[in-house]
């Protein structure tokens, strides 16, 4: 749920901003482990239908994202001012809506906002994970170190999503080319050569008869079924956009076969990877594993990190929640977690798990990689030498009959 809050910091200042939470109680908990006095808290009113439509058209790429934040990085690392550096990049950013954000931001720094409570009044820009990123930065002084990390956490996110999507472009032309020759096939082939068949009444075999008889719905019946397929995706885009919809949709993926292991150990990778680092941040517990569950972008793991965190404020231990979800974080997972809360190196230990899953995760899509092609291909030939079959037999058949 996402809620609009007011509240006073340490420094008696105002802060207006929203917050996502499981509920209003763990909204306040949250608010006031970072160290806010809650004024006012209410749910915020729901967005219109069209409000992810709009920010599909108007967002910030991860690659203008990671440019920005490399930069920032260098130019504090020179001693620059924060908000004569932001001022800076923001004349040298290409994307428009980055530009005025970069311009807002360091206005706000001037009149004597925080660089995290600034970056706080974008969340369609910067999410939770970056702001407090900042935000625990802020309190050690180590703001340099805190950018070139980002910077490195998403060069490496968008390097996965590149290589994940480059393994997926040649089979969807090849199934996208494949499903325009069948149509071509069924409603242009098909139709002249069933009139021969008629006339010289050539028995059909049972595929050919499937083929003829999509031919003919699509003919009669094309652009009704189009509408149709039109309203039907209109509205499961609508409820995919809600949270049930999405924590369905999420489910969903992680149920398909092979891909769902793959699916999965990238979730853990990115959750131990944020948790490690915000807890070695300074950032507590429960809001840090909060923070995490976002981080993994599905919401079935965050919403189980919210149940974590409420475990973890009710005084029970990471590991021990972590063990009620062996569909979701492997055992090895609940152990080394464990290791790290009885050593007291809990960040260092998240930091293994992150690594080791990382590893595992790339050389899995790997081998993903380099089968899907051939099985797509396989699978495709088959289809297309079933319909050339069906085709070419009830020609064969009328050649004999001749």
Not at 35 to 40: C, D, E, N
Not at 106 to 111: A, G, L, N, V
Not at 295 to 320: H, L
Not at 343 to 364: H, Q, V, W
């Amino acid at each position: 749920m996402l809620f609009k809050y007011s509240a006073k910091n340490p420094e008696g200042k105002l802060e207006v901003g929203y917050i996502e939470s499981a509920n209003k109680e763990a909204a306040i908990s949250r608010l006031q482990t970072l160290g806010l006095y809650v004024l006012s808290l209410e749910e915020a009113g729901k967005k219109p239908w069209y409000h992810s439509l709009v920010l599909f058209f108007n967002r910030v790429k991860e690659k203008d994202k990671v440019i920005f934040t490399r930069q920032l990085s260098t130019l504090l690392s020179a001693h620059i001012a924060i908000d004569r550096a932001i001022n800076s990049l923001a004349n040298q950013t290409e994307n428009p809506i980055l530009r005025n954000a970069l311009k807002e931001i360091s206005s706000e720094i001037r009149e004597g906002f925080s660089f995290s409570q600034a970056l706080s009044h974008h969340p369609d820009i910067f999410d939770d994970f970056y702001v407090n990123m900042i935000r625990s930065a802020e309190i050690s002084g180590r703001i340099e170190e805190a950018t070139e990390y980002l910077a490195d956490y998403l060069e490496r996110q968008q390097s996965l999503k590149k290589r994940i999507l480059s393994s997926l472009i040649y089979p969807i032309f090849v199934i996208i080319l494949f499903f325009i020759v069948v149509i071509i096939a069924t409603v242009v082939i098909m139709p002249q050569l069933n009139q021969i068949f008629e006339e010289t009444k050539v028995p059909l075999p049972l595929m050919t008869r499937i083929f003829l008889g999509l031919g003919n719905l699509i003919i009669h019946w094309g652009w009704s079924i189009l509408i149709l397929l039109i309203i039907l995706a209109f509205l499961l885009w609508r409820y995919f956009q809600t949270e049930e919809g999405k924590t369905v949709l999420d489910e969903l993926k992680l149920k398909i076969p092979i891909i769902s292991r793959l699916l999965k150990k990238i979730y853990v990778t990115r959750f131990a990877e944020a948790s490690s680092v915000l807890i070695k941040g300074g950032i507590a517990m429960p809001t840090a594993l909060e923070m995490a569950g976002k981080v993994t972008a599905n919401y079935v793991y965050r919403n189980i990190a919210f149940e974590i965190a409420e475990g973890v404020r009710r005084g029970s231990n990471i590991s021990t929640n972590l063990g009620k979800y062996p569909d979701y974080f492997p055992p090895l997972v609940a152990e080394m977690v464990a290791v790290g809360e009885a050593s007291g190196n809990l960040d260092s230990l998240l930091r293994k798990i992150a690594d080791f899953y990382k590893e595992e995760t790339e050389m899995n899509l790997g081998i993903i990689s380099e089968l899907i092609q051939p099985v797509v291909i396989v699978i495709l030939a088959v289809s297309i030498g079933l319909l050339v079959a069906s085709i070419l037999f009830p020609i064969y058949n009328l050649i004999q009959s001749i």
